[in-house]
């Protein structure tokens, strides 16, 4: 009789990377992906860019006919569209979503596989390396442990930093450009990412995290996953510009729509005070002009975003507005 191996056999990872209108931002992030020293692992690309450059064209479809990545192209745009597609793809027990403009150190993955050895842990939320908000913060701030306010439903997204934050914690919710999930969430609990979050889908990861942690899976920081996020203005997974008009409503439907679809009654009206004072009267930590005209064009699509966020569950009733999900699976 053959004795039992101790020898742990490492979860396959599957790395999912949408990408909207970016060029060599998305080959230097495949690159640094395909360097990582974890032993199991592929790199899905869900591709939503209508024509690349010839030389970036050229590169993804030599890795892909390498083998080093899977390619897909869609016809259509959207960044939770996206990652629901791909986790429909990946082979993976393990899923880790970063964005097209990242750079990352070879022990990435490995940092994130080894928190889901505690079974309680069902997504780990990497720390960012933000290139904007560490310009914007005070020279070598650093936070060891989140405040309470950073788990309070209501008013923790001007609370949680996985900027600055040193020590791992639990915590409410990941960022978009470096999470990564237990596949079964998705295949066995039936969560996945609400399609309705347009735009950048601002607050998409936070939407999905609660709901996570309705099914009794724990959201964990740890800070040594943690990569650098460039921030470009332009591209990226969403398909309108963020000084847009169509932008600012968006923001704020996103962000109403989490709230009347996650929040009690007391923690919406607490996000929606904070939201006011923040994005609207723009006091810190928004720091927006107080030109009497900004602040009256702000309030404008502040009321415009919660009336369409209304709306939006409303037709949730009978339209759960899972539209790019239905398209993959005819």
Request: overall charge neutral; proline content about 5%.
């Amino acid at each position: 009789m053959t004795a039992p191996s101790n020898v742990m056999i490492e979860p396959l990872v599957s790395v999912i990377i949408p990408t909207y209108g970016r060029e060599k931002l998305l080959v230097d992030s495949i690159a640094d992906t395909l360097k990582q020293d974890y032993p199991r692992f592929e790199v899905l690309v869900v591709d939503q860019t209508q024509q690349h450059t010839l030389e970036v064209a050229a590169y993804l479809q030599t890795q892909a006919q390498q083998g080093h990545i899977r390619w897909w192209q869609l016809p259509w745009a959207s960044l939770p569209g996206a990652r629901n597609f791909g986790v429909r793809q990946a082979q993976g027990e393990i899923i880790v979503f970063i964005d097209d403009d990242i750079q990352m150190p070879p022990g990435y993955l490995a940092a994130h596989v080894r928190n889901y050895q505690h079974s309680e842990v069902g997504v780990v939320a990497g720390r960012v390396f933000d290139r904007m908000k560490l310009a914007d913060a005070k020279p070598n701030l650093q936070i060891a442990y989140l405040p309470p306010e950073a788990i309070d439903p209501g008013i923790a997204w001007y609370h949680i930093d996985l900027v600055h934050t040193t020590q791992p914690q639990r915590v409410i919710s990941a960022r978009g450009c470096n999470m990564s999930y237990r596949r079964e969430i998705f295949t066995e609990h039936g969560v996945w990412f609400d399609e309705r979050f347009r735009g950048s889908a601002v607050r998409e990861e936070s939407d999905i995290c609660l709901r996570v942690r309705a099914t009794g899976f724990q959201i964990w920081y740890d800070p040594d996953a943690h990569l650098v996020h460039l921030g470009e203005e332009t591209g990226g997974c969403h398909d309108i510009s963020t000084r847009s008009l169509a932008y600012q409503v968006t923001f704020y439907h996103n962000h109403f729509l989490m709230a009347l679809k996650n929040l009690t009654l007391g923690q919406q009206l607490r996000l929606y005070l904070k939201l006011f004072d923040c994005h609207v009267l723009g006091n810190p930590p928004c720091y927006k002009s107080g030109s009497p005209l900004k602040v009256a064009s702000r309030g404008v699509f502040y009321v415009l975003g919660f009336l369409d966020a209304l709306k939006t569950q409303v037709v949730g009733l009978w339209n759960d507005g899972q539209v790019y999900t239905r398209w993959q699976q005819k």
